[in-house]
């Protein structure tokens, strides 16, 4: 099984800056794609940015230019930091790891328990 913990979240005035984090742990061979993803309340679950194993990476619009994500392999974590924060960032943020626990299984989506993201006007 592989378990994703979240940490990071938490309330900040706009124009602020957060930094998340995202630790992979369980039985591992290999994680591909790894990502955040946020649903605000009363909307559906969107795509923040994802960053492939090798290092390219990809973000909505709305975030380009503010949130960097990364990553540390040999860590098994992923990171996304936040900088000028709007008050349309708040949301709850999770975080997304497509794994293969072993050479001969297919690799299956992960998702983090999600960690709260306030931003206040």
């Known amino acids: 099984q592989v378990r994703l913990v979240e940490s990071g979240g938490g309330l900040v005035q706009a124009g602020g800056s957060l930094r998340l984090s995202c630790a992979a742990s369980?039985?591992?061979?290999?994680?591909?794609?790894m990502g955040w993803y946020r649903q605000a309340p009363g909307k559906q679950r969107e795509l923040v940015a994802t960053?492939?194993?090798?290092?390219?990476?990809n973000y909505v619009d709305s975030v380009q230019g503010r949130f960097t994500i990364s990553r540390d392999n040999a860590k098994n974590t992923v990171y996304l930091q936040m900088n000028s924060l709007k008050p349309e960032d708040t949301a709850v943020y999770y975080c997304?790891?497509?794994?293969?626990?072993?050479?001969?299984?297919?690799?299956?989506?992960?998702w983090g328990q999600g960690t709260q993201v306030t931003v206040s006007s």
């Open positions: 369980g039985t591992i061979f290999r994680i591909n794609t």
């Open positions: 997304y790891a497509n794994v293969r626990i072993s050479a001969w299984n297919v690799a299956n989506d992960n």
């Open positions: 960053i492939t194993r090798g290092g390219n990476t």
